[in-house]
């Protein structure tokens, strides 16, 4: 009998000059290419994912602030899986082995469950269906609440996106997003959603394509520009024009973008390697939605509701 590989069963798209790969352990995107180019940052079936790249989010993205918070009158204490910062850090899913339960040469439907525990004492099952077409790699997330009481929720992507061979550095970008969350420098913790242009414009502000050059962010952005048919679209390209786009409707009202800077700098693997663009249902420490002055988005699922959120990345 095979030996599974570490990112767990691997499952491959094709349609027209896209293929995907879908690792089962957190329902993670492993490689999505178009014609052979690399629109994400990927990672080897046999290697331990790298952090959180590629993975489904779930049931919170990003950080619950040390840990804790408060939800229908109970205090609950999270396991912190970020120590360095001590945060309770992208949700409960992303280490969760899921399952098939349809699949075809472009599609692929996965599900696990995240059973009570101690900091989520709730059952949530969470779908996921990715879908390749010639518009490029659509995945949907669904979560249901089998307990019988309410259940805080919030999910997202976490794909590194690549542009092209040239440095991060040479990228240009365009996000339509008129407020970014400012944080503390070491621990990350949201302090203030303040307008781009008021913030820092030359390092938060992408409402006109630019040059990213040597900017490090690694924060959420809110007040997203949307088209006639609600949907905002990310867009990140190299110099010949080419590159990749990440779009995602209301159901994400926040997303987060990360340069991919990482402790060491060049010598460490993946530093700047792509740029996490991870459209998100709530805000950073969303779980503490009551501190905070402006609408966290935290969503709230009763018992047998169900809560949906899909975005799409394509070939540019």
């Given at each position: 009998?095979?030996?599974?590989?570490?990112?767990?069963?691997?499952?491959?798209?094709?349609?027209?000059?896209?293929?995907?790969?879908?690792?089962?352990?957190?329902?993670?995107?492993?490689?999505?290419?178009?014609?052979?180019?690399?629109?994400?940052?990927?990672?080897?079936?046999?290697?331990?994912?790298?952090?959180?790249?590629?993975?489904?989010?779930?049931?919170?993205?990003?950080?619950?602030?040390?840990?804790?918070?408060?939800?229908?009158?109970?205090?609950?204490?999270?396991?912190?899986?970020?120590?360095?910062?001590?945060?309770?850090?992208?949700?409960?899913?992303?280490?969760?082995?899921?399952?098939?339960?349809?699949r075809g040469t472009d599609h692929v439907t996965l599900s696990a469950t995240i059973e009570p525990q101690a900091g989520y004492p709730w059952r949530v099952e969470v779908t996921t269906t990715y879908s390749l077409s010639t518009d490029?790699?659509?995945?949907?997330?669904?979560?249901?609440?089998?307990?019988?009481?309410?259940?805080?929720?919030?999910?997202?992507?976490?794909?590194?996106?690549?542009?092209?061979?040239?440095?991060?550095?040479?990228?240009?970008?365009?996000?339509?997003?008129?407020?970014?969350?400012?944080?503390?420098?070491?621990?990350?913790?949201?302090?203030?959603?303040?307008?781009?242009?008021?913030?820092?414009?030359?390092?938060?502000?992408?409402?006109?394509?630019?040059?990213?050059?040597?900017?490090?962010?690694?924060?959420?952005?809110?007040?997203?520009?949307?088209?006639?048919?609600?949907?905002?679209?990310?867009?990140?390209?190299?110099?010949?024009?080419?590159?990749?786009?990440?779009?995602?409707?209301?159901?994400?009202?926040?997303?987060?973008?990360?340069?991919?800077?990482?402790?060491?700098?060049?010598?460490?693997?993946?530093?700047?390697?792509?740029?996490?663009?991870?459209?998100?249902?709530?805000?950073?420490?969303?779980?503490?939605?009551?501190?905070?002055?402006?609408?966290?988005g935290l969503i709230v699922l009763e018992p047998g509701a169900e809560s949906a959120a899909s975005w799409r990345i394509f070939a540019v």
């Amino acid at each position: 009998m095979a030996r599974t590989p570490v990112s767990g069963i691997q499952h491959t798209l094709r349609s027209g000059a896209y293929e995907a790969v879908i690792a089962s352990v957190g329902a993670s995107l492993r490689a999505l290419r178009h014609d052979g180019r690399d629109l994400v940052v990927p990672f080897e079936a046999d290697e331990l994912r790298p952090g959180y790249r590629g993975t489904t989010l779930a049931p919170w993205p990003n950080r619950v602030v040390d840990g804790r918070y408060s939800f229908g009158g109970t205090d609950h204490q999270l396991a912190l899986t970020e120590p360095g910062r001590g945060h309770a850090l992208h949700g409960l899913s992303p280490w969760l082995d899921f399952h098939v339960t349809d699949r075809g040469t472009d599609h692929v439907t996965l599900s696990a469950t995240i059973e009570p525990q101690a900091g989520y004492p709730w059952r949530v099952e969470v779908t996921t269906t990715y879908s390749l077409s010639t518009d490029g790699l659509t995945q949907s997330v669904r979560a249901r609440n089998d307990s019988a009481e309410p259940a805080p929720w919030g999910t997202g992507p976490h794909p590194y996106l690549v542009a092209g061979s040239s440095p991060l550095d040479e990228w240009t970008f365009r996000l339509p997003a008129d407020d970014v969350l400012l944080v503390t420098d070491s621990r990350l913790i949201p302090t203030s959603l303040t307008p781009v242009a008021e913030a820092d414009a030359a390092r938060f502000d992408y409402r006109e394509a630019r040059v990213l050059g040597g900017v490090e962010i690694d924060h959420a952005y809110s007040g997203l520009g949307r088209d006639a048919d609600g949907f905002t679209t990310a867009t990140l390209t190299d110099a010949s024009g080419a590159g990749v786009a990440m779009t995602w409707d209301e159901a994400c009202p926040w997303v987060q973008i990360h340069t991919a800077d990482l402790p060491g700098g060049d010598i460490t693997p993946g530093h700047r390697a792509g740029l996490a663009v991870e459209p998100m249902t709530c805000a950073p420490d969303a779980y503490n939605a009551a501190t905070y002055d402006y609408d966290a988005g935290l969503i709230v699922l009763e018992p047998g509701a169900e809560s949906a959120a899909s975005w799409r990345i394509f070939a540019v």
